[in-house]
């Protein structure tokens, strides 16, 4: 039988940008192979280039050379749109700030990304609630993230990258708006859903004791990976989709931090593999319907940051930006920080 494609496999892996007619190298040749079901985590101070890897694993950027494999699907040969298409069926996004619409019920934030996948209402309300519940909050499916606390905030994003069922999950620095309680209370949830369900976790974090939560350690510094370390196997547990678990603490348990696993040093570094996998064509693409407002009239955009014309602006609202009121924009590779760097190359 075929072993199933890797969750993602990076082939020597570049990106330049030019800021100011300077070229900055923020990756210079990764080569990396994330397998089903992996938890890993990318760690490495400020700068190194752990975002702008991030960014190139969930295709929401295009890499200046080198190859990456979506789940089988090499994406350097699909359009925008199919890239898109692959990104929205194969990858769930967390980031650091939540970016859930903030008039919004935490059911209504988790079924937004299936409106945009053509799923009906009923459905739609029935899988946000399941992938709720798997997170734990199945009682506040009508809280609005203002009534929610940061771990559970974080939480319902979650929730919202998984109801679209994806192979990986990708998490950016997901708690670092949070205090530690509700980071280690969003990491157990994290660890629960990885081992539970088998969606692949990657996730990025400058801080070693996120890090020690995922069984496998992916060190980036000055743009290449400098240590391979694997501390436990992937989980092995399959279900077909990574929601169909209960969760195995009730809400009552909600509170309680979990401390992390104590890391367990691995003996032998992992090679970073080159093998080639057999591409897997991509499903039929699913229709998007026009963005529009939410059904407590907060405004939507397009989930897919390169659909919104904004460049590298993101799709989900992002609560900081208050000023914007709930308009929808997707978490973005680069937010609207990117806008002070220009000329990017590679693209
Ligand atoms: P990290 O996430 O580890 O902090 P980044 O991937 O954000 O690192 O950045 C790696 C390097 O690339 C840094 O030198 C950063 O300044 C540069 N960089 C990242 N994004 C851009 C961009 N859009 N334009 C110009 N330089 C960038």
């Known amino acids: 039988m075929t072993p199933p494609p890797a969750a993602l496999e990076a082939v020597d892996l570049t990106r330049r940008y030019q800021l100011d007619g300077v070229s900055v190298e923020a ?42 494999r979506v789940n089988g699907v090499e994406m350097s040969g699909l359009s925008d749109t199919e890239l898109a298409e692959l990104r929205n069926r194969t990858i769930g996004f967390v980031f650091q700030s939540f970016h859930l619409l903030a008039r919004t019920s935490a059911l209504e934030n988790v079924a937004l990304p299936l409106v945009y996948r053509g799923v009906g209402k009923a459905e739609r309300r029935e899988r946000a609630r399941a992938a709720l519940e798997a997170v734990g909050l199945g009682h506040r499916l009508d809280h609005r993230p203002s009534q929610m606390s940061g771990g559970e905030q974080q939480r319902v994003a979650i929730a919202r990258a998984l109801v679209g069922e994806p192979k990986v999950l990708l998490a950016d620095e997901p708690t670092g708006n949070l205090d530690t309680r509700n980071g280690a209370e969003v990491m157990a949830m994290l660890d629960r859903l990885n081992s539970g369900s088998g969606v692949a976790i990657v996730l990025v974090t400058h801080e070693p004791d996120i890090a020690a939560h995922a069984r496998r350690q992916i060190h980036v510094r000055d ?125």
């Open 27 to 68: 990756l210079r040749g990764v080569t990396l192979r994330i397998e089903q079901g992996e938890f890993a985590a990318i760690i490495g101070p400020s700068g190194s280039g752990k975002s702008t890897l991030m960014h190139l694993l969930g295709c929401l950027d295009r890499p200046s050379s080198g190859h990456l």
């Open 223 to 347: 743009g290449l990976i400098e240590l391979d370390t694997a501390t436990s196997p992937p989980s092995t547990t399959r279900p077909t989709s990574p929601l169909q678990q209960s969760p195995r603490h009730s809400a009552t348990e909600d509170h309680a931090p979990t401390p992390p696993p104590s890391p367990q040093p691995d003996p032998e570094p992992r090679l970073s593999g080159t093998s080639d996998r057999p591409t897997t064509p991509p499903s039929s693409p699913q229709p998007d319907p026009s963005p529009g407002v939410s059904e407590t009239g907060d405004h939507v955009a397009s989930p897919d940051p390169r659909d919104s014309g904004a460049g590298d602006r993101g799709v989900l609202p992002d609560p900081r930006d208050s000023g914007a009121g709930d308009r929808g924009v997707l978490p973005g590779s680069r937010g609207s920080g990117g806008g002070d760097r220009t000329g990017e190359e590679g693209r």
